[in-house]
């Protein structure tokens, strides 16, 4: 069994910064490329945000130079550093990651965590 847990969401103003962290947890021999998406009220879930296991990134143009994706391998863990947001960026983000674990390889996702940018 595997499970991805995430934190860090909240309330924050415009302008201000946020990181949200994914671990994951459970019987997992390799995790391959680990994403942060984003669904808005009413809007479909799209991709913030991937980072492959050799630390190769890409993100979606509305967060280009404002947010930055990493990962310790060591823990199992994702990182979402998000700056200057902007009321745009609120949603609840997901964590999603690809990981093999004993006689399965499949996708995982996290339970998500709100992100609210308001005054």
């Known amino acids: 069994q595997v499970q991805l847990v995430e934190s860090g969401g909240g309330l924050v103003q415009p302008g201000g910064s946020l990181r949200l962290s994914c671990a994951a947890s459970g019987s997992i021999l390799s995790i391959y490329t680990m994403r942060w998406y984003r669904q808005a009220p009413g809007k479909q879930r799209d991709l913030v945000a991937a980072?492959?296991?050799?630390?190769?990134?890409n993100y979606g143009e509305s967060v280009k130079g404002r947010f930055t994706i990493s990962r310790d391998n060591a823990k199992n863990t994702v990182y979402l550093q998000m700056n200057s947001l902007k009321p745009e960026d609120t949603a609840v983000y997901y964590c999603?990651?690809?990981?093999?674990?004993?006689?399965?390889?499949?996708?995982?996702w996290g339970q998500g965590t709100q992100v609210t940018v308001s005054s």
């Open positions: 999603n990651a690809d990981i093999r674990g004993v006689g399965v390889r499949m996708d995982y």
């Open positions: 980072i492959t296991s050799g630390g190769s990134t």
